[in-house]
T-cell receptor, first 118, second 112 residues
């Protein structure tokens, strides 16, 4: 089974520039998550999609971050304009709600995109 | 606010010894906990999980213990191997859908 794909793997931009990240979840996974992981910290959830609808975006800085999952499969996360404190690894994860409450929490992570803002 | 945290940022063990990684949580409403392993340059990888109605769960070389009385979670790795070197995160479900809250991580270093 192919894993969660993300691109690009690395990105360096200057502050105030824009950047976009792409994620392709595991086939059949209805739920997709974007996390921000600052160096030395655990991942922090930014947004969660169920199919193409947003379940939770309470921790997404909406003045500069946006995300979409138009067809319920791939997703893009955009930052415009970027700030120095946005330097982090952006992780995409997906999960398959099986109806089994126990297993529905297992999230599969992609390799992440390392963003450096200078 | 309520959060998941770890006691030790770095743990160094000898190859073949057992490792114990600890985690404290503060949300008494959390009913599900996961341990993830993250190697350099990779995303977190699921290791083992446990629900709040259990106090112990075993996998292959790994055991998770849950003490709800003191809100403490631990991951035990038997016969630690060099391939176990990574950062380990505990995460809790905050009883709000599939959302997980991650702790700060512990780096496990295995000495040959």
């Amino acid at each position: 089974e192919a894993g969660v794909a993300q691109s690009p793997r690395y990105k360096i931009i200057e502050k105030r520039q824009s950047v976009a990240f792409w994620c392709n979840p595991i086939s059949g996974h209805a739920t997709l998550y974007w996390y921000q992981q600052i160096l030395g910290q655990g991942p922090k959830l930014l947004i969660q999609f169920q199919n193409n609808g947003v379940v939770d975006d309470s921790q997404l800085p909406k003045d500069r971050f946006s995300a979409e999952r138009l067809k319920g499969v791939d997703s893009t996360l955009k930052i415009q304009p970027a700030k120095l404190e946005d330097s982090a690894v952006y992780l995409c994860a997906s999960s398959f709600p099986t109806g089994n409450y126990y297993s529905s929490y297992e999230q599969y992570f992609g390799p992440g995109t390392r963003l450096t803002v200078t | 606010g309520e959060s998941v945290g770890l006691h030790l940022p770095t743990l160094s063990v000898q190859e073949g010894d057992n490792s114990i990684i600890n985690c404290a949580y503060s949300n008494s409403a959390s009913d599900y906990f996961i341990w993830y392993k993250q190697e350099s340059g990779k995303g977190p990888q699921f290791i083992i999980d446990i629900r709040s109605n259990m106090d112990k769960r075993q996998g292959q070389r790994v055991t998770v213990l849950l003490n709800k009385t003191v809100k403490h979670l631990s991951l035990q790795i038997a016969a630690t191997q060099p391939g176990d070197s990574a950062v380990y995160f505990c995460a809790e479900n905050n009883n709000a859908g599939n959302m997980l809250t991650f702790g700060g991580g512990t780096r496990l270093m295995v000495k040959p």
